[in-house]
């Protein structure tokens, strides 16, 4: 995540220049899906990077960036420091604690899992780490690590962690390049794990975390049998549909500020051949040709006019909110609007309409409650619940 203290707020620009995919763009005035944000802690939090709900307290396990780890109760906005893993952790660009998921059968099996950038034998690596939570005790002495590799920049570096409906994890990594650098990446490689999404089974007794059954490189002939797709360049959020399993995943380009990908398993999803939908110089290479065979477009791309990064978030499959049912939610980093979007059978997004109009916020992630309510954390300290208002905005409607 490209960590950028002043965001812009030009949502004016952000209306004028939206660029989209595969179809033409007019737009009318009427009835919007707009967001109302209602902050639910009371003490800022400090560099706030997502959180996650605690299944059985009925409260939030908020981390920042530095590795300090706290319970939120919504219902009053007080919050605890519960934990630290500060040791070891490398705070520079994009990295420090990226992400947690807890097992969707806890309390059966209570274990919470969380990556981090560290460094170890002198470099830097994501790790992928499995405690046992006691209630809301994440016991630091019971700390497993199950996949270790090595990032070699400051950016790129995602991370996210998401369970599927089966119980597999799914864990994003970036290339792990810096922006401007001219080490080659790995992303157009099935082979390494930079650049690629993860499914892993994290129930085997093994000491390290395992490829999920039925990995489409399971044979181990034509790629990593951990990957599930690639060619990512900063997988930043992966999240699943309660209802229907799909898996949605937000990356960023190097001119393309954001694209939203609806993943497919063993699927090659451009970088760094395509950057958005457009071929680069890279594309005439021997990896390019060879990863394109099974190559995905974005479901949505914008570019850098329009926004710094997508930020993906949820289909909302919740109840209080019934004009959002079915709909996906993403941000933008740079300049905090709130889009929403509803996905047809093929994935395309059928109207984009701009929800929130990014005043004073910076999305860092969104988050699920137990009873599929959507929330926002905000990079700046704060976390908010998101609820549904009436109002008159623009909508960008999208036909072929």
């Not at 190097?254 to 451009?270: H, Q, S, V, W």
Request: aromatic content about 12%; some cysteine; glycine content about 8%.
């Amino acid at each position: 995540m490209k960590l950028i203290r002043q965001a812009k707020h030009n949502n004016l620009l952000l209306l004028l220049f939206l660029t989209l995919t595969f179809y033409s763009v007019g737009s009318q005035s009427g009835p919007g899906f707009c967001v109302n944000l209602t902050q639910i802690n009371n003490d800022y939090f400090e560099e706030s990077i997502g959180m996650v709900w605690h299944p059985t307290r009925e409260k939030w396990l908020v981390w920042e960036k530095k590795g300090d780890i706290y319970l939120l109760n919504p219902a009053n906005g007080v919050s605890a420091k519960i934990a630290s893993l500060t040791k070891d952790i490398d705070l520079r660009g994009d990295g420090g604690l990226l992400s947690m998921a807890i097992h969707p059968q806890y309390p059966d099996k209570p274990f919470i899992f969380i990556s981090r950038t560290i460094i170890y034998e002198n470099a830097r690596m994501l790790v992928l780490e499995k405690y046992i939570l006691d209630n809301y005790d994440i016991i630091e002495r019971t700390k497993r690590v199950l996949l270790r590799t090595v990032i070699v920049g400051t950016d790129n570096t995602a991370g996210y962690l998401a369970f599927d409906l089966l119980g597999n994890l799914l864990f994003s990594i970036g290339d792990g390049r810096n922006e401007e650098s001219t080490i080659p990446t790995s992303a157009t490689n099935p082979e390494t794990l930079p650049g690629s999404l993860l499914r892993l089974d994290v129930d085997s007794h093994h000491s390290k975390a395992l490829p999920a059954q039925n990995n489409p490189f399971s044979e181990l002939l034509d790629g990593a049998v951990e990957n599930y797709a690639y060619g990512f360049k900063n997988p930043n959020r992966v999240t699943v549909d309660s209802l229907t399993g799909d898996i949605w995943l937000s990356d960023s380009g190097r001119k393309t500020a954001g694209e939203i990908n609806f993943i497919l398993p063993k699927f090659f999803y451009g970088w760094a051949c395509r950057d958005g939908v457009k071929a680069t110089r890279a594309m005439s290479t021997i990896e390019c040709r060879e990863a394109t065979s099974l190559e995905s477009f974005p479901t949505f791309e914008y570019s850098t006019r329009v926004g710094v990064q997508a930020i993906g978030g949820y289909i909302y499959r919740g109840q209080k909110n019934e004009n959002w049912y079915g709909r996906y939610f993403f941000a933008d980093y740079g300049n905090g609007a709130i889009w929403s979007a509803v996905p047809r059978d093929n994935r395309r997004f059928a109207a984009l309409t701009l929800a929130y109009n990014g005043q004073q916020i910076i999305p860092m992630s969104f988050a699920q409650d137990h009873k599929k309510e959507l929330f926002l954390v905000d990079y700046q300290g704060r976390t908010f619940s998101m609820h549904d208002r009436e109002c008159q905005v623009p909508q960008k409607i999208l036909t072929k």
